[in-house]
C-alpha cells in the first residue's frame, strides 16, 4: 500500500513471447487496489483506481514499463505491443 513515493501501487511482472516485462502502476487510491501479492491477472482486469497517493501532485497515473530489467518509454512500448 505504500511504496517509496508511489503511494498505493501495483506492479506486475510478465512473461511476454519469453521477454520479462515489468509494469508499475502508482499513486492509486487508499483502499482501491484489488489485486494481492502472487495472484495472476488478466489483461483488462482492473487492478486499482487512480488517484493521488504517495508523491503526487494531483490525481494522474504513473505508468512505468521495463523490459529486460531496463526502462521503456512506456507510451511507446504500449503502442507497438498493446493488442
Known amino acids: 500500500e505504500s ?3 508511489w503511494g498505493v501501487y ?3 511482472a510478465h512473461n511476454i513471447g519469453g521477454t520479462s516485462v515489468t509494469s508499475l502502476y502508482a499513486h492509486m487510491d487508499w483502499g482501491t487496489r484489488r489485486v ?3 495472484e495472476k491477472v488478466s489483461a483488462g482486469q482492473l487492478i486499482g483506481q487512480v ?3 504517495g508523491r503526487a501532485n494531483g490525481t494522474h497515473l504513473h505508468l512505468e514499463i521495463r523490459v529486460n530489467g531496463g526502462y521503456a518509454n512506456a507510451e511507446s512500448w504500449l ?3 498493446a493488442g
Open 3 to 5: 511504496g517509496p513515493g
Open 79 to 81: 503502442q507497438a505491443n
Open 10 to 12: 501495483v506492479k506486475i
Open 36 to 38: 494481492s501479492v502472487g
Open 51 to 53: 488517484g493521488d497517493t
